[in-house]
């Protein structure tokens, strides 16, 4: 745990993404969540810039955010409920306000995969998170999208899209599959419940 505190006591974005360098290879699945969230913090922090760079390149162009995204592609598998709506969450956040377009098709499927996985075992702020986050998505400004968020699946095919475009029609395409199931899971566990 004494790895998470040092995640969680980082001041700026530049020390985090220094002890994803250093450390990258102890992080567990919780490091890395902890650690997206706080590049998230951090970096909503900063504004739009810090000093002539702004944030979403700086983070681009960083290798310890490169890093990191490699680490949530590596750990994601053990994600818990709590794990994938915050990082699902905060990737969401970190491309609709600051551009910054990590998920790429293979990632996109994997995380696609673990909030199935999870699903039935999510507790309410962990679904709410995670349909923040496919809103969040939805309304990101995209090439392959359309007005009101649609994808356009022609835009997909062209030689520029983006892995973002990519990531949001993974997202759009599963959107109604997970919040049938999520709610779905939450209403039949409540009908289990016992009276008191």
Known sequence: MVLNQEIKAAQTVEVLLGLVVEHGERF????????VNMVNKLASKHGKRVGRISVGKMLREDA?????????????????????????????????DLGVMS??????KQLVQVV???????????VANTLNA????RQTESPCTGRYGQPQREAHQ????TSADAWFLEMHERRE????????????????????
């Not at 409920?81 to 956040?93: D, W």
């Not at 998920?103 to 996109?108: E, M, Y």
């Not at 496919?134 to 998505?137: F, I, S």
């Not at 062209?158 to 899209?161: C, N």
């Open 116 to 126: 199935e996985h999870v699903a039935r075992n999510m507790k309410p702020q962990e």
């Open 177 to 196: 599959i997970w919040v049938r199931r999520l709610l779905s899971v939450r209403r039949d566990d409540d009908e289990c419940k016992e009276p008191q």
């Open 103 to 108: 998920v790429d098709v293979r990632l996109s």
């Open 64 to 96: 310890g955010f490169a890093q990191l995204i490699d680490l949530v592609r590596l750990r994601c598998g053990a994600f818990d409920g709590q794990a994938i709506g915050n990082v699902l969450n905060r990737l969401a956040a970190l491309h609709a």
């Open 158 to 161: 062209r030689s520029d899209a």
């Open 28 to 35: 567990n699945f919780i490091n890395v969540s902890t650690a």
């Open 134 to 137: 496919l809103g969040t998505v």
